[in-house]
């Protein structure tokens, strides 16, 4: 009825940029705008025939160019820019207008940024949206939350958009507040875990068996074919195919430090704040800080002797075993950012559907797998532990790959090669199979020196033991 746009994208980056023809290619009519306008004028002569834009200089005539509710994707560097675009904005938006927040967001900002808007009638979404640049074109994975209103507004634009899987669009209401983007941020942190993994299996190949890039390439490109089947096995093996102009392998001259945005950073912490055991994907975080102390390793390992390697070829055993590893090492990488969803779920009030979150990063996202479609049949069956490694088929596929994780990790640590992940999703599940640890000496040890009491697994109630006087334990 009217020319006016259906949706608006600022900030014309790659992401942004990729986003706003992902929107035209579908038939939406898209207003674009950048600060820098130039790229506003790229993004027209380079791609202005796949669809309907109306490029724009100003915010006003952004704005103006929106059907009402307007609704517009700001995809801008995470923190102060966020603030500072939604600022320039609201003076020109009316009530129940939506402003949604594609950006990699903390969620505590984006939780604030809802409440915010809401005193002043506006609408917030906190949209994660994964897939890099190809996805956000192709088809991302979206996790939307905040106003529930404006996402079914958004709705008929989003779901069109996303990577479908089949026929399921890779989007759906996450919840209230910042939760879209807090489950964006567990699903970074679970590409940093797994991506942690995949470099300690082909550190083990390259430092223990001495293999080429492109022999673990066809290691990698043969697990694609299995239970690990993923997007991130797929391009590990292009990664370590591609050979540089030199005709040499390219990952051999790449820069041996993981740089990082913050994402894995904040999972972490919010881990810790929930006292969810999260080790793996901490582990990722901490082999990304200990990969840029470059100066420092270098030093040390002109001081540290180094074990030879096993100076043999692996066989299909010690591949096998290394495989089972990695996909055990990654069931629990995934029972841990879920068990602290689960949590964050229960501690903010957010009702989170853990099912819905599998089904959305079956497709479009960094982390999608052929493994996903078991954790959302594992919520679909209703026998869903608080655990995902309780539930039948992830127990029995640990239980398989034990003894073999067991080998690898035993190895590694003999050869000197750092398998962080690997270990500590080993010890987790070690530390989470046996009914009774060693933490009684720990509660004794507290109540040693600072009386902190202890309970009993003979009587109800709490002790304290008078260790430094007469040893008599009281009632507390
Ligand atoms: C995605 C990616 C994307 C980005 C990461 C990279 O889901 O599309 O996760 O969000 O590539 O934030 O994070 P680091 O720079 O911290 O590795």
């Known amino acids: ?34 600060r820098h306008g130039g790229r506003t004028d790229e993004l027209i ?12 200089k100003t915010i006003p005539d952004f704005v103006a160019a929106l059907a009402r509710p307007r609704a517009i994707i700001i995809l801008v560097k995470a923190g102060k820019p966020v603030d500072d675009v939604i600022a320039e904005l609201v ?57 529930a209103e404006a996402y079914a507004r958004i709705a008929p634009m989003v779901t069109k958009m996303a990577a479908q899987v089949d026929g399921t669009p890779c989007c759906a209401f996450i919840g209230p507040e910042g939760s ?24 083990l190949f390259k430092s223990v068996y001495g293999l080429e890039a492109s022999a673990i390439a066809g290691i990698f490109e043969e697990w ?53 055991p999260l080790t793996s994907i901490t582990e990722a975080v901490y082999a990304r800080a200990l990969s840029g102390r470059r100066t420092q390793r270098i030093a040390a390992e ?11 070829k692996p066989e299909k055993a010690d591949i096998d075993a290394i495989r089972d590893a990695l996909y055990a090492s990654k069931i629990v990488a995934y029972a ?38 078991r954790i959302r049949e594992a919520y679909d069956s209703g026998e869903i532990a608080p655990n995902l490694l309780l539930q039948s088929y992830f127990r029995d596929a640990v239980v398989k790959a034990e003894p073999a994780w067991r080998r690898v990790v035993s190895l590694a640590v003999e050869q000197g090669v750092p398998v962080p992940a690997f270990a500590s999703s080993l010890a ?41 006087q007469d040893g008599d334990e009281i009632s507390v």
């Not at 002569?45 to 724009?56: I, L, M, Q, V």
């Not at 915010?116 to 991302?140: H, I, Q, T, Y």
């Not at 540089?244 to 972490?268: C, F, H, M, N, S």
Request: proline fraction near 3%.
């Open 1 to 34: 009825m009217t020319n006016l746009a259906d949706l608006g994208v600022l900030g014309l980056a790659t992401m942004g940029a990729n986003l706003a023809r992902n929107a035209a290619r579908k038939g939406f009519g898209v207003a674009v705008y950048n």
């Open 45 to 56: 002569a380079d791609h202005g025939s796949e669809g309907r834009f109306t490029p724009a």
């Open 91 to 147: 003076p020109h938006l009316e009530e129940g207008d939506i402003i949604i927040d594609g950006g990699n967001s903390l969620f505590t900002d984006t939780s604030r940024r809802f409440h915010a808007l809401k005193e002043k009638r506006l609408r917030f979404l906190g949209m994660g949206v994964s897939g890099g640049e190809e996805g956000a074109l192709e088809g991302p994975s979206m996790m939307p939350g905040g106003d």
């Open 180 to 203: 879209g983007h807090y489950v964006k941020m567990v699903h970074n942190g679970i590409e940093y875990a797994d991506m942690q993994l995949i470099t300690e299996a082909y550190d």
């Open 224 to 276: 694609k074919t299995g239970e690990l089947d993923s997007y991130l096995i797929e391009i590990t093996a292009a990664v370590l195919r591609k050979r540089d102009a030199a005709g040499g392998a390219l990952v051999d001259a790449i820069v041996d430090e993981a740089e990082q945005k913050g994402t894995g950073r904040w999972t972490a912490q919010s881990a810790l704040d929930l006292g969810v």
């Open 302 to 312: 002109k001081l540290f002797p180094h074990p030879t390697n096993v100076a043999r």
């Open 336 to 373: 841990q950012g879920f068990e602290q969803m689960t949590a964050a779920s229960d501690q903010f009030g957010w009702n989170l559907r853990l099912g819905e979150v599998a089904t959305l990063w079956r497709g479009g996202c960094i982390i999608r797998a052929r493994f996903l479609d």
């Open 428 to 468: 987790y599940y070690d530390g989470l199979r046996r009914a009774r640890g060693p933490a009684n000496l720990l509660q004794g040890l507290r109540d040693y020196f600072g009386a902190h009491t202890y309970r009993r697994l003979d009587k109800e109630g709490s002790f304290h033991t008078r260790w430094g």
